[in-house]
């Protein structure tokens, strides 16, 4: 079981930068695919970033909306899974959640992803 608790939302306005973190319970976190999805009102849930880790490499994987401003990154010895994201746009409103999956399959698909957390708001103002 894996609890994740996300932190960092807020109102910034367009132009400007948010930090985004994801603190996971267990002793497991090395293992999990990691991930940001968003949804804003009266949308789907969408990917954002993912992180995957082994001892070979790390890679990570963006939306083509954020690529190049937004950066996915974990520390294992933390627990923690962040989206620095630069350069915000208004349409980048919304509630942003925190995914942990163990699933070989897309990234960028919800049900490959186990455990949710509660989200944080994140609002652009134009």
């Known amino acids: 079981q894996v609890q994740l608790v996300e932190s960092g939302g807020g109102l910034v306005q367009a132009g400007g930068s948010l930090r985004l973190s994801c603190a996971a319970s267990?002793?497991?976190?090395?293992?999990?695919?990691m991930a940001w999805f968003r949804q804003a009102p009266g949308k789907e849930r969408e990917f954002v970033a993912a992180?995957?880790?082994?001892?070979?490499?790390?890679?990570?994987y963006y939306a083509d909306s954020v690529k190049g401003r937004f950066t996915i990154s974990r520390d294992n010895a933390k627990n923690t899974v962040y989206l620095q994201m630069n350069s915000l746009k208004p349409e980048a409103t919304a509630v942003y959640y925190c995914?942990?999956?163990?699933?070989?399959?897309?990234?960028?698909?919800?049900?490959?992803?186990?455990?949710w957390g509660q989200g944080t708001q994140v609002t652009v103002s134009s």
């Open positions: 267990g002793r497991t976190f090395s293992t999990y695919r």
């Open positions: 995914a942990a999956g163990r699933n070989s399959g897309p990234y960028y698909s919800r049900v490959e992803y186990d455990y």
């Open positions: 992180v995957s880790w082994s001892w070979l490499a790390t890679s990570t």
